[in-house]
Each structure stands twice: as C-alpha cells, then as structure tokens.
C-alpha cells in the first residue's frame, strides 16, 4: 500500500525517458531562423514546387505506383505535422523578439529620461547665466562707459589748457610752485 500512496509526490517521474539538455539559446536562434525562412517568397515557392511535384506524380504514378492517391492524405499528413512544428517555432521567435524589443524600448526609455535630465538642467544653467550676466557689464556697455570716461577727461584737459592760455604770465613758473 506504501508503492499507491498518493499523498506523497514520487520520487522520479518519468525516469524512463532520457532527459534532453538544450542550449535555450541556440535553439532560439534556431527558431528564428525557421520563423524567418517561413516568412520568405522562397519558402513559398519551394512548397508550391514540392506540392506540384507531389500531385503531378501521385496523379500520373512513377512506374505505375501512386503511393498517395487522390484525397492525398500523405500530404495532408506532412503539412499537419509541418504546422505542428511551425506553430511553436514561429511563437517561440516572436516571444524572442517581444523580449528584444522590451530591452530596447527600456533602454530607449531610460535614454529619453536622462536626455530629460540633461535638457532640464542644462536649461536651469542657461537661465542662471542669463540672470548673471544682467548683473555683468556688457562688453558695449564698457565700451560706452570708456568713451564717456575719455571724452570727460579729453574736456578737462581742453578746458585746463584754455584756462592756462588765459592765465596772464607774470614770469614765475607756476609748474615751480
């Protein structure tokens, strides 16, 4: 009664059949390439090809022998079991793909965010410098101050020189004083 116990999981289940290790990766790539070749004009005309062929000769024999008449459930058989396996196949190679594009649409996306960031404070400098340089003096602004500076001292100096010509020379040399 202990080998019936169905309270208890059995230890090895299975253990008859031989346990197949496969690299996930190379078997994804490997649907991958099928899910593509499927999606190709070639694949359609090599199966157009091959169903022509097989018709043609089980309708005319090879010898006199048709090894698959008329409802041609041989063909059906091939392209059933040719469906079975594409099926996964192709599902498998899209699940890949969702995941790529996952990937990359998270990475796009943490790209977009820092480019964000970037924009943001970049913007907070240019706008910290713009409110600096209203308190900065102009390179016009120095420029305009410095006329105004020069022309001040070049009237001084005019009206010095215009005064020491009205000034009546009683022979001392003022310069002495």
Same mark, same amino acid.
Do not use: C
């Given at each position: 009664?202990?080998?019936? #116990?169905?309270?208890?999981?059995? @230890?090895?289940r299975g253990s008859w059949l031989p346990r197949v290790q496969? #690299?996930? !990766? ?5 649907? !991958? ?6 999606? /190709? ?6 199966m157009t090809v091959f169903v022509v062929l097989w018709v /043609? ?16 459930? $041989?063909?059906? $058989?091939?392209?059933s079991t040719q469906a079975s396996y594409s099926a996964p196949?192709? =599902? ?7 995941? %790529? *594009?996952?990937?990359? =649409?998270?990475?796009? %996306?943490? $790209?977009?965010?820092?480019? &964000?960031? #970037?924009? *943001?404070? $970049? ?15 102009? &390179? *016009?602004?120095? &420029?305009? !101050?410095?006329?105004? @500076? ?5 009237? !001084? ?7 020491? @010509?009205?000034?009546?020379? *009683?022979? @001392? #040399?003022? %310069?002495?004083?």
């Amino acid at each position: 009664m202990a080998d019936n #116990d169905l309270s208890k999981p059995r @230890e090895s289940r299975g253990s008859w059949l031989p346990r197949v290790q496969l #690299d996930s !990766e190379t078997f994804g790539t490997f649907a !991958e390439a099928f899910a593509r070749f499927m999606g /190709t004009a070639k694949f359609l005309v090599y199966m157009t090809v091959f169903v022509v062929l097989w018709v /043609t000769f089980n309708f005319v024999g090879i010898y006199g022998f048709k090894w698959d008449p008329y409802p041609f459930i $041989l063909l059906n $058989l091939f392209f059933s079991t040719q469906a079975s396996y594409s099926a996964p196949l192709i =599902l498998l190679a899209q699940n890949r793909q969702e995941v %790529r *594009d996952k990937i990359s =649409l998270d990475e796009d %996306r943490r $790209l977009a965010a820092q480019s &964000r960031a #970037d924009m *943001d404070f $970049l913007a907070r400098e240019i706008a910290s410098i713009r409110m600096h340089l209203g308190e900065l003096a102009t &390179r *016009d602004f120095v &420029r305009s !101050e410095l006329r105004s @500076e020069l022309r001040g001292l070049l009237d !001084e100096l005019d009206e010095r020189a215009r005064t020491r @010509e009205e000034m009546p020379d *009683d022979g @001392e #040399d003022t %310069r002495a004083r």
